[in-house]
């Protein structure tokens, strides 16, 4: 089904949209949404997210139909308008394809043509939308691109995903190469992104093994999250699997230098807000999990030593039937007011 925004103040266009469409209403080919002017319209987009196409006049109160068009890649870069208004002369429609409408119909309309104008746009509309499905197919990308963002990309509708949050159980885990930082002062920088990048790619083939998510690359650190069942039990065989695998590299030359990799790793789990967290003004945003497990998970991470897997004591029990734990002790943390109990996974 389509679902169609109609934007014109005339008072009785609504009923002969309805009368003529009756049949595709019916049969749930299309449904219609109306608004009156421009400034309305854009509230209807924020409140249907899952629009497909926009028919709309120019000449309206509050704001007009040109203006409109210029507001919707901000509101909606997906959505794709149609112009159909009476003032059909070569200077308004060629305003209106330079703001960005895809097709233009004069008035007094003609129904059927309306009808195939429509069907073609949200023809267009739909091959985009299977596009960007078909992105997340691509197991390459999967590889190189950011996680995030393919998931923000091929939700149901690609804009509803933008203000979207939800708390969720999961797990987290921060993967840091230790004692890289270093290398980057001694070694040219071609040199250090290779060796960085080849190993980021033996620890997200682990992560990607176990379902987890890459949720995104900071410095000479990875962080993962891992949801659905056994999340946990997935991220910490994957932190054992990762030292392992980072244990068996061997010993880096560039140069006089000598670098045998190690990692540290933190993993928390629990409930944490799940959304696109950045600047909407910017238009970047980060698909994302905050809260203070993750955080938590993150200075757990700046606790552990090279070779370590550190988690906290409520973590701890819920994994000491599966995995061999030893206790640390308690260390204080930032932003923590009593000291947090510590266990490192051995096995």
């Known amino acids: 089904m389509a679902k169609i925004l109609v934007v014109d103040d005339e008072t009785d266009l609504e009923l002969l949209v309805k009368q003529k469409f009756r ?14 002017n421009g400034e309305e319209a854009l509230q209807k987009v924020k409140e249907h997210p899952d629009l497909d196409i926009i028919l709309s006049d120019i000449n309206m109160p509050v704001m007009d139909g040109l203006t409109l068009l210029s507001r919707l890649p901000e509101a909606n870069p997906m959505l794709k308008a149609v112009v159909v208004s009476a003032y059909g002369d070569m200077q308004n429609i060629r305003t209106a394809m330079n703001r960005g409408a895809f097709d233009f119909v004069c008035k007094p309309v003609d129904f059927e043509d309306l009808d195939l104008t429509m069907e073609k746009t949200i023809l267009h509309v739909k091959q985009m939308q299977e596009t960007i499905k078909a992105i997340k197919e691509n197991n390459i990308l999967k590889m190189y691109v950011d996680e995030n963002v393919l998931n923000f990309m091929t939700q149901k509708s690609f804009e509803s995903s933008l203000l ?21 002062e001694q070694v040219a920088a071609n040199t250090v992104v290779k060796l960085l990048n080849s190993l ?3 620890i997200v083939k682990e992560i990607i093994s176990q379902g987890g998510h890459v949720d995104k690359f900071m410095g000479d650190a ?3 999250v891992f949801r659905g069942d056994y999340h946990l039990d997935k991220a910490i065989d994957t932190a054992l699997a990762v030292k392992e695998q980072i244990s068996n590299t061997e010993e880096i030359i560039a140069g006089k230098l000598k670098f045998k990799p190690e990692i540290s790793i933190g993993i928390n789990s629990g409930e944490m807000v799940s959304g696109n967290i950045g ?13 203070d497990v993750v955080n938590l998970a993150q200075r757990l991470q700046s606790t552990a030593k090279a070779g370590q897997i550190i988690i906290t004591e409520e973590t701890y029990q819920k994994a000491k039937e599966s995995f061999s734990c030893e206790k640390i002790g308690e260390v204080v943390l930032k932003n923590k007011a009593k000291p947090v109990t510590i266990y490192q996974v051995v096995a």
């Open 23 to 36: 049949r595709k209403i019916r049969e749930s080919v299309y449904e219609f949404i109306f608004a009156q």
């Open 164 to 184: 979207k949050s939800e708390l969720v159980d999961a797990t987290v885990m921060f993967i840091d190469v230790c004692g890289f930082t270093a290398i980057t």
């Open 200 to 202: 980021f790619d033996t």
């Open 222 to 224: 990875v962080m993962a």
């Open 279 to 291: 600047s909407a003004s910017l238009k970047r945003l980060d698909y994302t999990v905050i809260g």
